[in-house]
């Protein structure tokens, strides 16, 4: 039997583990997993608490049903009849900017009528098929894109708050090649936005009329998805669904090389044995535990960057908050020169998130562009949020339920030269067999992409395990 040790009990270590079970059982392969977790719970970021009536989330809160991999993974567990698709109002997504809500347009119609654009702004954004494609391979990060593009006004109101929902990052360091590789892509493709949008529009009627394909009710972006007690459902069930253990509370510090594994050292001097070790935590997390073993790598996957976050959430009764808040929620773009990076109605996209006749709102501040947010103590927290929901939505009620999560780390910033620094990281660890990384550091932050980069760890494997029988 060969034993495969999963580093961290997050949604990659578990969707891992998972996968490797279940492609093991397939394969023949007599296989035994363990996952070891240095927190007394499962989850990593992803916790759903439940707290007088209010249920928040202390990470994400969901995923975008336009991409197949978290489908498949609930429907492999049986737990696909229990998820929960956001209303149809939170499609409605708003900007803050210049003292007004904006709704975000959805269409050409609804931009040209909107006024979160300006007409000098929406011109510029006109000339974009006008602008030749880039030839140059060097890195680009996304402001120098927005402005190439699309304009200052663009990337100010439109691109830049849209990264900070994300990402936390700011779009003067990130890279567009590493955060929206499909945007990237359709430029060298198509020669540039306006002109993609088109062909593939048409591309797209034509398959419809053929039969080869059906129109999308979720739309380019898909629809959030979620649990009725929220997204920690997932990775508790797929914890449930592990044939192997999952050790808590007892993190690793040390990985050493052996002739035929890896010996792990845990923080209560336990050793533990790998045939085959993945790495699911944080890249500054596994540096630490690389770095006697293999310094270079460790040295590359510290210099990953990670973003500040507080989430705050705030609950009120309805009949206190005028604002209607038939919607998603919104962001704010930095030159508002407000503390918060924006707030979602938790409530109004998810039913079960307050108690009857209450609401739920839920902020966000810090990211890559206030990293000293994270430092603030909960009264200067909790009044500069208020401040803004004063500002932007008009209320003044004093919250009845407040909660506070801060995560020191919390976001993976793809950064410019972040492809090569993930590529350098790979050749320096090319010679350690049987040793792989996996995770929300390099190949994607969201839900949807863990779950894939989780498969095809999986996939390397047995794989693996295959060439050594």
């Not at 003067?172 to 590789?181: A, D, G, P, Y």
């Not at 990775?235 to 050493?256: S, Y």
């Not at 790979?426 to 010679?431: G, K």
Request: some cysteine.
């Amino acid at each position: 039997m060969s034993r495969v040790v999963i580093i961290g009990a997050g949604i990659s270590g578990l969707a891992t583990a998972y996968a490797v079970e279940q492609l093991a059982a397939q394969a023949g392969l007599d296989v035994d997993t363990l996952v070891v977790e240095k927190q007394e719970r499962t989850g990593g970021k992803i916790w759903s608490r439940r707290e007088e009536g209010y249920l928040c989330e202390w990470g994400p809160n969901g995923f975008l049903d336009n991409k197949p991999m978290t489908l498949e993974l609930c429907e492999s567990l049986g737990i696909s009849e229990q998820l929960m698709r956001s209303d149809d109002n939170a499609r409605k997504r708003f900007i803050y900017s210049e003292t007004v809500l904006h709704r975000l347009p959805e269409n050409g119609p609804s931009f040209l009528k909107s006024n979160l654009i300006s007409w000098p702004g929406k011109l510029r954004l006109a000339c974009e098929p006008l602008i030749p494609k880039r030839t140059d391979p060097s890195d680009e990060t996304l402001a120098e894109f927005g402005r190439r593009r699309l304009g200052n006004e663009a990337l100010n109101k439109l691109i830049a708050p849209m990264v900070s929902g994300i990402f936390a990052g700011d779009p003067e360091t990130m890279s567009l090649k590493s955060c929206f590789k499909r945007i990237y892509e359709l430029e060298q493709e198509y020669g540039g936005l306006i002109k993609a949008m088109i062909k593939l529009a048409k591309k797209k009627k034509q398959e419809i009329k053929e039969g080869k394909a059906v129109a999308s009710a979720a739309g380019p972006g898909g629809i959030l998805t979620s649990f009725q007690e929220g997204i920690q459902q997932l990775t508790d069930g797929v914890g449930e669904g592990l044939k192997g253990d999952v050790k808590l509370g007892n993190g690793v510090v040390e990985v050493e090389s052996k002739k035929d594994g890896y010996l792990l050292t845990l923080e209560n001097g336990e050793k533990i044995e790998a045939e085959i070790l993945v790495s699911a935590v944080p890249a500054y997390a596994v540096a630490k535990m690389l770095d006697r073993m293999n310094g270079k790598a460790a040295g590359l996957l510290q210099d990953i960057p990670y973003a500040t976050m507080n989430v705050i959430c705030f609950g009120y009764e309805r009949e206190r908050i005028s604002h209607d808040l038939n919607g998603f929620g919104y962001l704010i773009p930095k030159a508002e020169g407000r503390s918060t990076l924006g707030t979602l109605w938790d409530s109004s996209i998810f039913p079960n998130r307050a108690p009857e006749g209450h609401v739920l709102l839920r902020s966000m501040m810090g990211g890559a562009t206030n990293m000293g947010a994270i430092d603030f103590s909960d009264e200067e927290v909790i009044k500069k949020t208020k401040d803004d929901l004063w500002q932007i939505m008009g209320i003044s009620a004093k919250p009845e339920f407040v909660r506070i999560f801060r995560h020191p780390n919390a976001i993976p910033q793809y950064t410019r030269g972040h492809a090569a620094r993930v590529e350098a990281i790979e050749s320096a660890l090319q010679n350690e067999s049987g040793l792989f990384l996996t995770g929300n550091a390099f190949a994607g932050v969201g839900l949807n992409d863990c779950v894939n980069a989780s498969n095809l760890t999986a996939q390397k494997v047995i794989t693996e395990l295959q060439n050594r029988t």
